[in-house]
């Protein structure tokens, strides 16, 4: 009775054991090409109203050749209308 239950525990440890190595292996295949790149939860700043908030919340604008991003599109448009010269 008690070598059945050894040769389960053994074969759940091995079970375990190749599981945890397939993954690794697995991950370290995926790791090692390109990664961090886009990483989506940075914090930034919105420079209308000054509200730090995730970047893949807001909201993106285009403004001198830079990517922009606010809060709202209500700060979007303050901004624009605040820093693009007047439109002829
Ligand atoms: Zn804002």
Redesign the pocket.
């Known amino acids: 009775m008690i070598r059945i239950l050894i040769l389960a525990l053994l074969g759940y440890v091995g079970y375990r054991v190749v599981k945890r190595w397939a993954r690794d292996k697995l991950r370290s295949g995926h790791v090692d090409g390109r990664m961090p790149d886009r990483i989506d939860d940075v914090m930034i700043k ?1 420079p ?2 000054g ?1 730090y908030f995730p970047r893949r919340d807001g909201v993106s604008a285009r403004h001198a050749d830079r990517d922009l991003f ?3 599109r209500e ?1 979007r448009d303050k901004y624009l209308a605040a820093n693009s010269p007047p439109a002829a």
Do not use: W
Request: glycine share 0%; hydrophobic share 10%; with cysteine.
């Open positions: 919105d209308q109203c509200t606010f809060c709202s700060c």
